[in-house]
């Protein structure tokens, strides 16, 4: 497995960017597809975005398609999610994960290792 940290979460208005990066200790890193999850509170945690092993390949949630981005640099072991255009819908602590399905995965239970999470609060 690998050990994961998240970072780049703050409160901002509706309308404006932030740029999450998450980065995983580990030699495997560039083996993994990575995902970006997201909980609310009195919700269920959610996919977000996903990225396969390699950085060509990304799927994303309906509500984020369009406004987020995923990409990762396996020569830093870090993968980042780019939001933009951020609604107070929005606002959720965000989790990074790992899963040994190189080609990436959008179900939570195939990730086996996650960050602590970064909070992210968009105001109206």
């Known amino acids: 497995q690998v050990q994961l940290v998240e970072s780049g979460g703050g409160l901002v208005q509706a309308g404006d960017s932030l740029r999450l990066s998450c980065t995983a200790s580990?030699?495997?890193?560039?083996?993994?597809?990575m995902g970006w999850f997201r909980q609310a509170p009195g919700k269920e945690r959610e996919f977000v975005a996903g990225?396969?092993?390699?950085?060509?390949?990304?799927g994303y949630a309906d509500s984020v398609k369009g406004r987020f981005t995923i990409s990762r640099d396996n020569a830093r072991n870090t993968v980042y999610l780019q939001m933009n255009n951020l609604k107070p819908e929005d606002t959720a602590v965000y989790y990074c994960?790992?899963?040994?399905?190189?080609?990436?995965?959008?179900?939570?239970?195939?990730?086996?290792?996650w960050g602590q999470g970064t909070q992210v609060t968009v105001s109206s």
């Open positions: 990225i396969d092993f390699s950085g060509r390949n990304t």
């Open positions: 580990g030699r495997l890193f560039s083996s993994y597809g």
């Open positions: 994960a790992a899963t040994r399905y190189s080609k990436g995965s959008r179900n939570l239970p195939n990730f086996g290792s």
